[in-house]
């Protein structure tokens, strides 16, 4: 088991009204994996955690699409005063320690480096790196 399975356990508690039971599940993936991974955000299938998902921040509004890799200490948040949250496309990677905040939309096909922080939306098919993250090169 790692947080991803426990996120499918609490989201479809969720999806049937057993709220207590989401947040109880909520709490086990804190307490094993030190990550939040709420029921309310939407996480696509096929989606994988590195690491078990150690350390992995996720909005509860955010939106993941199928078949991301999201690596350890991943943060995937909001920034103050604004109101919309990621929105990560398909088949997309987000290295160790990166950041994704704000209103911000990352394409398909989409690298993020390690420890890079993403203010700006993403094109498809690009890699970016850095602090803030910019287009390094198109795959």
């Not at 709420?38 to 078949?67: D, E, Q, W």
Request: net charge positive; glycine share 12%.
């Amino acid at each position: 088991m790692n947080a991803i399975s426990f996120y499918r356990i609490e989201r479809w508690l969720y999806l049937h009204n057993l709220i207590i039971f989401a947040k109880i599940i909520r709490g086990v993936i804190f307490f094993l994996y030190n990550s939040f991974i709420p029921y309310s955000c939407l996480i696509g299938a096929g989606t994988t955690f590195g690491y078990k998902g150690m350390g992995v921040v996720i909005h509860s509004r955010a939106v993941i699409g199928k078949n991301c890799k999201i690596a350890q200490q991943v943060t995937i948040g909001g920034r103050s005063g604004i109101y919309e949250v990621p929105v990560i496309g398909d088949n997309v990677y987000l290295g160790a320690g990166c950041k994704v905040l704000g209103n911000v939309i990352i394409g398909n096909n989409v690298v993020v480096g390690a420890n890079a922080v993403v203010i700006r939306s993403v094109p498809d098919n690009a890699v970016v790196a850095g602090v803030p993250a910019k287009i390094v090169k198109y795959v």
